[in-house]
């Protein structure tokens, strides 16, 4: 289903993701117990783009696209999300810059979000601390949050997902300017 700025999708196959995204490039194994399915709504706004996601269990290995940071957020079932090799960290953001990769495993069903950014505006979008630097080309970082800082950005990309499952949110017309 697709509707202006906003993009719902459901893959029944892992293969289906072959393709990717305007984030990323995917390659995906569900693990054995249970069919893969995988729900993904993508909310674009210009050259900013929100992915929602909810997923069986499964092992995902995923390329940041060229000129991108993105931004994930564990939502569900994070308690046993492995990213990377290394089991996820309560209120940790990972920072993935162009071309980085990123491997994320989790043996339950699992809901995220992934904010991507053009890299060269990221910092001014994210507004990061001077001296703090994003991960560029490659690289990614871990982000530990604040419990203030999680709850918000949590309640965020929430509200963005309520708001793209009401239709009338993105087929409304524009308010007109005088």
């Given at each position: 289903m697709q509707r202006q700025g906003v993009q719902v999708r459901e893959f029944s196959e892992p293969e289906e993701l072959a393709s990717g995204t305007a984030l990323a490039s995917y390659r995906l194994t569900a693990f054995e117990a249970e069919p893969f399915r995988l729900s993904l709504t993508e909310i674009r706004a210009e050259d900013t783009t929100l992915h929602l996601g909810?997923?069986?269990?499964?092992?995902?290995?995923?390329?940041?696209?060229?000129?991108?940071?993105?931004?994930?957020?564990?939502?569900?079932?994070?308690?046993?999300?492995?990213?990377?090799?290394?089991?996820?960290?309560?209120?940790?953001?990972?920072?993935?810059?162009?071309?980085?990769?990123?491997?994320?495993?989790?043996?339950?069903?699992?809901?995220?979000?992934?904010?991507?950014?053009?890299?060269?505006?990221?910092?001014?979008?994210?507004?990061?601390?001077?001296?703090?630097?994003?991960?560029?080309?490659?690289?990614c970082a871990p982000v530990r949050a604040s419990p203030g800082a999680w709850d918000r950005a949590v309640r965020v990309v929430r509200a963005a997902g309520e708001?793209?499952?009401a239709p009338e949110t993105f087929d409304a017309e524009q308010p007109r300017r005088a």
């Open positions: 909810r997923a069986t269990p499964c092992l995902g290995f995923v390329a940041i696209s060229p000129g991108s940071l993105v931004l994930h957020i564990p939502l569900e079932n994070a308690d046993s999300l492995v990213l990377n090799g290394a089991p996820w960290e309560p209120r940790s953001f990972g920072l993935y810059g162009a071309g980085a990769e990123l491997l994320r495993a989790n043996p339950r069903p699992s809901g995220f979000a992934a904010l991507g950014l053009p890299a060269d505006a990221a910092g001014a979008l994210l507004e990061v601390p001077a001296g703090s630097g994003l991960p560029g080309p490659g690289a708001a793209a499952a």
